[in-house]
């Protein structure tokens, strides 16, 4: 019996770099088979996912044991090695995406292994998502005529083996961007900004500062004239904002022509930084609201202006 076990002991070794796996997600698939290394679209052992910061993200990762068993033949005698169940530990992911394995989830070797990352990420930049592997397996020995079993072994797989999976939450941070996201410092990757001329000269953007702002069509017929151009005599008075005065030294006002349930004002300076972010509501007709800029320095700022009624962007002066 002791022999038997030091036999099993040492054929994991075997068993360990000659099990071959097949991944698979929306952007990739692969195999890997030990020693051999990784077959990756011939290129790279890295599974690299984006998602947007404080959007939703969904992505499944498919995993399985390419072969129920494989044989080998030992000075002792021939071995079938059957691979019985696949246990994978999620040890690592970004802040705010769950995985459906929990901490760790077992699978019928013969089946695949789903895995499905999802959340909304918070935190901009590049996660890695950090498992790990344990093979259950069993053997059958025939020696001497006499066929011996084993009982079931884990058979453990270094990182070293396993592809990599990283996941890079992606965020824009110019304040003249629709899906711009005022909570993480400024950099000057504007890969994935988005902006009003993306779509044509009438768009704008929606208000939100959390990197979920979208584009704004005020072009709804395609016609190449904004849709608060086409407004007929017999249609509401056209909404009108006034900023004054402009220029100006110490305060700026505003005043509204209709009165607006909501009006949102941003203020960014010449080097795209927002130093004013400020909602008002239930703002009455013809009446007059000090902004409150007077800290600001002199110089150049575009006022961003969001109401139900329409979006406009004003420069103003400070001297």
Not at 24 to 42: A, D, H, Q, R
Not at 88 to 102: D, E, F, M, V
Not at 149 to 175: E, G
Not at 217 to 233: S, V
């Amino acid at each position: 019996m002791r022999k038997l076990l030091t036999f099993f002991s040492l054929l994991i070794v075997s068993i360990s770099y000659a099990q071959s796996f097949e991944f698979t997600s929306s952007k990739i698939k692969f195999e890997i088979s030990p020693p051999n290394g990784y077959t990756l679209n011939g290129d790279t052992s890295l599974i690299f996912l984006e998602a947007p910061i404080n959007q939703l993200f969904r992505e499944e990762i498919k995993i399985k044991v390419l072969t129920p068993y494989q044989d080998i033949v030992m000075e002792q005698g021939p071995v079938r090695i059957y691979n019985d169940s696949l246990e994978i530990h999620s040890l690592a992911l970004p802040p705010g995406i769950q995985t459906s394995i929990g901490d760790s989830t077992m699978f019928n070797a013969q089946d695949w292994a789903e895995i499905i990352l999802s959340g909304t990420p918070t935190q901009a930049g590049i996660h890695d998502l950090k498992y790990k592997f344990k093979l259950r397996t069993y053997f059958n020995v025939v020696s001497n005529g006499v066929v011996s079993s084993s009982p079931s072994i884990y058979v453990h797989f270094p990182d070293s083996l396993l592809p990599q999976i990283r996941l890079k939450v992606t965020a824009c941070t110019d304040p003249t961007a629709c899906n711009y996201i005022a909570s993480i410092p400024t950099f000057d990757d504007k890969s994935y900004c988005i902006y009003p001329t993306d779509l044509d000269a009438c768009a704008s953007c929606s208000p939100e500062t959390d990197g979920t702002g979208k584009i704004v069509d005020n072009d709804a017929d395609d016609d190449g004239i904004c849709d608060a151009d086409e407004l007929g005599a017999d249609e509401l008075e056209v909404f009108e904002l006034d900023l004054y005065p402009n220029p100006s030294k110490h305060q700026l006002y505003m005043r509204s022509n209709q009165f607006v349930e909501q009006l949102h004002i941003q203020v960014v300076n010449v080097a795209g930084k927002m130093v004013f972010d400020q909602k008002y509501t239930q703002v009455q007709a013809n009446e007059s609201y000090e902004l409150g800029l007077e800290n600001l320095s002199p110089g150049i700022y575009m006022l961003k202006v969001f109401s139900d009624k329409k979006t406009v962007n004003l420069p103003w002066i400070k001297h």
